[in-house]
Structure formats: C-alpha cells, structure tokens
C-alpha cells in the first residue's frame, strides 16, 4: 500500500460492476433466485454498465432510481497479488440519497419476497426503516452489518440473520474476533440483544453460525487457487440467502455461501466472480 506522499507502480487495471448490494444480488441471481434491487444510480456511464449488469442477470429494476444531481457509487478496490487480500475505498453517491420514502414505494415488493436483504452501503435512516418495514411485514430479515458501524439494539432485535465478518463483529460487541471463541462469545452477546441467527464469516476459515436450529463452524471450501477475496462476503451472502429462500435449513444455507465464497475467491473480480447454480451444486456434492 502507498503511503501519504509515495507513488507506487501496479501490475494490473480492470473496471467492472460492483457495491455489496449489486454483488450480492448478482450472487443470489446466479444461484436460481429471483431478485428484486432497491437502489439508486446516477445519470452516467457507471449506470449504464449496472443496468446492463441487472438485465442480464435478470435483476428485477423496479425501485431501480435516478439522481440526475449525484453520480452512481464507485469503489476503488486495491488488490495485493501475492496474498489475494484488499482494500476498498468507496464513494456512494446516489446511493447515499436513498431516502424512506423510497423503501415506503417498494413495501408491496418487500412484503412479497421470502426474504430481505440488506447491508450498510446506503444511509443508516434507510436502512433501519426496510428492516422495520420488512419485520413488520413478517419477512425474515438478513442483515449485512457492513461497512461497520453501530446498530442500535432495537433494530438488532428485528434481525433474523446477521452476517458480519471480523471486524464488523468488533466494530458492534466492542472485542477482537481473532479466533473460534471469540466467534462464540460475540455471537452470543448479539443473540443475547435479539438477533436470531449469527453467522460471523471468517475469511478461510469458514463461517461460524450461532442458532436454534444449528450452532457451529462450517468451513472453508477450497475450490482452487486463491486469487481475490474481493467480493467474498458478498458471494457468502448472496449464496446464503438465495439457499434460504429456496427453503434450505440454516446450516445447509450457510454452507451453500460458504461455497460460493470458496469459488468466487478464485477468480478476479467481484460481481463476474460470482459462480452458477450449477458450479456451486458441483462444489457441494464433491465435498459432501
């Protein structure tokens, strides 16, 4: 990473779709499930290239909006070749003028869907009211708690699944998580504040997923060379949630994210990472 002041060469140079709610609806998409995007974009040539990404992975775009004021969200990902690992620095733009009133036009959308899904790159007014709107509308709600950020306890009680990763889990029960125990007391503190499920993602090693019905660390797959873990947790959560709504239990649906993490790390990129239903069933029967 260049310090403050120091140029540094790099190696390679790609432009592409992205933002944790886009990746995650194109992980989902890719794994059968029907997905409808609550978003806003600008007027210009980054928008383009979202819509054409939404039509051709069959993204519904009803609440698809347009700031003609505000340009469409950008990351700048730098990514480090020989440990796969990154840094991102975002910009959100129109994404940042997703208001309630939004969320209020698309309740019959919301209170249709077997599942809600959200994350944190958009206001957190927004954010909070599509979690009570969901929750009032008797939508299991999965939660995303990312970039990090507080999350009052009221809104944590309407959660049904919380998907932090490391530091996104320090950032709300205020301790490292620098292995398995940590995992389990944080989990446990947030089931204690009224989360239902949490399923704190742990890069390569896996997921640990604290529940009624299930309690334990799925691990990793390895599904080939590592190459960028850009866009892992999306591809987890897409996965986990496409599963969820077709049905799938909770260890069997964080397994199915597990896998599609464990495929899209292998290959550059965020949303052209995510894998097909069919690679990731593939994935599951061979390790199964």
Not at 1 to 16: I, K, Q, V, Y
Not at 38 to 56: C, P, Y
Not at 214 to 229: K, Q, V
Request: with cysteine; hydrophobic share 45%.
């Amino acid at each position: 990473m260049p310090a403050w002041g120091e140029t540094l060469h790099g190696r390679h140079f790609a432009m592409g779709p992205g933002g944790k709610g886009s990746n995650q609806a194109v992980a989902a998409a890719r794994q059968g499930a029907s997905v409808e995007l609550i978003t806003r974009l600008g007027q210009d040539h980054f928008a383009a290239m979202a819509r054409e990404v939404f039509s051709e992975e069959g993204i519904g775009r009803r609440h698809v909006g347009e700031d003609p004021d505000q340009p469409t969200g950008t990351a700048t990902i730098i990514v480090d070749d020989e440990r796969g690992e990154n840094a991102i620095l975002i910009v959100p733009g129109a994404c940042d003028r997703l208001t309630p009133a939004d969320i209020d036009a698309a309740t019959d959308t919301i209170a249709g869907s077997a599942v809600f899904v959200s994350q944190l790159e958009l206001p957190a007014e927004t954010c909070f009211h599509a979690i009570a709107v969901a929750a009032g509308n008797g939508v299991p709600v999965v939660l995303n708690p990312a970039p990090a950020r507080s999350i009052p306890r009221d809104i944590l009680a309407m959660v049904d699944y919380l998907t932090p990763n490391e530091t996104e889990t320090e950032a709300l029960v205020g301790h490292a998580v620098n292995n398995l125990e940590d995992a389990q007391r944080a989990a446990r503190t947030l089931r204690d504040w009224g989360v239902a499920n949490v399923l704190i993602t742990l890069g390569g090693e896996g997921v640990y997923v604290c529940g009624d019905a299930y309690e334990g660390r799925i691990a990793a797959f390895s599904a080939g060379p590592l190459r960028d873990t850009t866009g892992a947790g999306d591809a987890f959560n897409g996965g986990f949630v496409a599963a969820l709504a077709a049905g799938a239990p909770l260890e069997a649906a964080a397994r199915t994210g597990c896998a599609v993490a464990g495929l899209s790390v292998t290959r550059q990129g965020t949303a052209p990472s995510m894998p097909s239903r069919a690679e990731t069933r593939a994935l599951l029967e061979t390790a199964s």
